[in-house]
C-alpha cells in the first residue's frame, strides 16, 4: 500500500447550538465508488441518515473511488509511458470520471452537512493536467482525484494523517478536541487485533480521539488516561476515544469474484461512526465550568 505520505494539522471551528442541541461529527471512508461490490443499500442509508441529523459534519477518511489501487497506479503509470501521447492521459479518465459520478452524490450530501475535509487513501487516481468537467466545473490543479473533491467543496486536503483542532465555541467560550486521523494501514484482522492498530495511534500523537480506516472495520472502543486539571491542579479523568470507520464494499456477493474469496477474509463492515457533542455550563463550587459531553456511535 502507498499513500502520498502527506501529514497536516488543521483549525476546525464549531459554534455549538443552544442547550439540550447536539452537534454530531461523523467518519465515513473506504466507499470505493464505481465497483459491483460497492454497497448501494448501505450509501442509500447513509443519505436518510445525513437528512435526519442537525448540525453535522463529516471527516472523509479516503478510498472515495476504487480505481487505482497502488499496484494499479504503478502499472497505468509504466503503460503511459509505452503509448502515444495523446492516449497517456486517457488511461487516467477512468479514475476521474468515477469521481465526478462520486462528487455529484456528495453535492447532494452537502446540503444536509458540512465537510471538514478529506483524508487521502491508497485508492485514487491521478489527474491529468488537463482534465475539466464543464458541468461541475472541476479544473485540475490537483495531483490526485481527492485533491480534486477538496477544491470542489473549498475544504483542506489532509494527506494521509492530520491532527485537527476541533474548536467547540460555546457561550463565549471554546472547548478544544484533538482529533488523529489516518487512512491506516495493517490489516488487524481479529476486533483485538483492529483496535490495538487504533490505539497505537498513541504512541505517535497526543489526541483525544484516534481514528483509522483502510480494513473495513466498523466501531468505537473507549479508554481513560490520568491527567491534572489545568484549574484545580487535581488529578482526573480524561477519556480518549478510538474510532475505526467503516466501509462501503461487500465482502461477497453471489457470482461474483473478490479479493476476500480469494484470500479467506472475513466479512467486511459496513456503516460509518460518529461522536455526538452536547455542551453545557453546569455550577461548582460556585464557578460555572464549560463542559463537553461526548456520545460515540456507529451505524450499520
Given at each position: 500500500m502507498i499513500t502520498p505520505g502527506v501529514f497536516r494539522t488543521y483549525v476546525y471551528p464549531i459554534k455549538m447550538p443552544g442547550a439540550g442541541r447536539q452537534v454530531t461529527l461523523a467518519v465515513i471512508g473506504d466507499i470505493h465508488w464505481g465497483v459491483t461490490l460497492f454497497s448501494k443499500?448501505?450509501?442509500?442509508?447513509?443519505?436518510?441518515?445525513?437528512?435526519?441529523?442537525?448540525?453535522?459534519?463529516?471527516?472523509?477518511?479516503?478510498?472515495?473511488i476504487d480505481l487505482a489501487s497502488s499496484s494499479e497506479r504503478n502499472a497505468i503509470a509504466l503503460a503511459a509511458r509505452t503509448v502515444h501521447d495523446q492516449n497517456a492521459s486517457r488511461l487516467l479518465e477512468p479514475?476521474?470520471?468515477?469521481?465526478?459520478?462520486?462528487?455529484?452524490?456528495?453535492?447532494?450530501?452537502?446540503?444536509y452537512a458540512e465537510f471538514v475535509g478529506f483524508i487521502e487513501g491508497n485508492h485514487y487516481a491521478i489527474v491529468p493536467?488537463?482534465?475539466?468537467?464543464?458541468?461541475?466545473?472541476?479544473?485540475?490543479?490537483?495531483?490526485?482525484?481527492?485533491?480534486?473533491?477538496?477544491?470542489?467543496?473549498?475544504?483542506?486536503?489532509?494527506g494521509t494523517e492530520a491532527l485537527i483542532n476541533f474548536q467547540f465555541d460555546y457561550q463565549g467560550g471554546v472547548i478544544s478536541r484533538k482529533w488523529y486521523a489516518h487512512h491506516g494501514?495493517?490489516?488487524?484482522?481479529?476486533?483485538?487485533?483492529s483496535l490495538n492498530r487504533v490505539a497505537k495511534m498513541r504512541e505517535?500523537?497526543?489526541?483525544?480521539?484516534?481514528?483509522?480506516?483502510?480494513?473495513?472495520?466498523?466501531?468505537?472502543?473507549?479508554?481513560?488516561?490520568?491527567?491534572?486539571?489545568?484549574s484545580t491542579q487535581k488529578i482526573v479523568d480524561k477519556n480518549i476515544t478510538f474510532i475505526r470507520s467503516g466501509s462501503f464494499l461487500?465482502?461477497?456477493?453471489?457470482?461474483?469474484?473478490?479479493?476476500?474469496?480469494?484470500?479467506?477474509?472475513?466479512?467486511?463492515?459496513?456503516?460509518?461512526?460518529?461522536?455526538?457533542?452536547?455542551?453545557?455550563?453546569?455550577?461548582?463550587?460556585?464557578?460555572?465550568?464549560s463542559l463537553l459531553?461526548?456520545?460515540?456511535?456507529f451505524v450499520s
Open positions: 443499500e448501505t450509501w442509500d442509508r447513509l443519505k436518510r441518515w445525513v437528512k435526519r441529523q442537525e448540525n453535522l459534519h463529516i471527516l472523509w477518511m479516503g478510498d472515495y479514475g476521474l470520471a468515477d469521481t465526478i459520478s462520486f462528487c455529484k452524490e456528495l453535492d447532494w450530501i452537502h446540503q493536467d488537463e482534465a475539466r468537467d464543464e458541468d461541475l466545473q472541476i479544473i485540475s490543479a490537483a495531483q490526485t482525484t481527492t485533491e480534486l473533491m477538496c477544491k470542489r467543496y473549498n475544504v483542506p486536503y489532509l494501514a495493517g490489516a488487524g484482522a481479529t476486533p483485538g487485533g505517535t500523537m497526543e489526541a483525544d480521539v484516534y481514528v483509522m480506516g483502510h480494513n473495513h472495520d466498523k466501531g468505537v472502543w473507549s479508554g481513560q488516561i490520568l491527567t491534572m486539571h489545568p461487500k465482502s461477497r456477493e453471489d457470482g461474483q469474484s473478490s479479493y476476500n474469496s480469494d484470500a479467506a477474509r472475513g466479512a467486511l463492515s459496513l456503516g460509518w461512526s460518529f461522536i455526538r457533542y452536547s455542551a453545557s455550563r453546569p455550577q461548582f463550587d460556585g464557578v460555572r465550568t459531553e461526548a456520545e460515540p456511535g
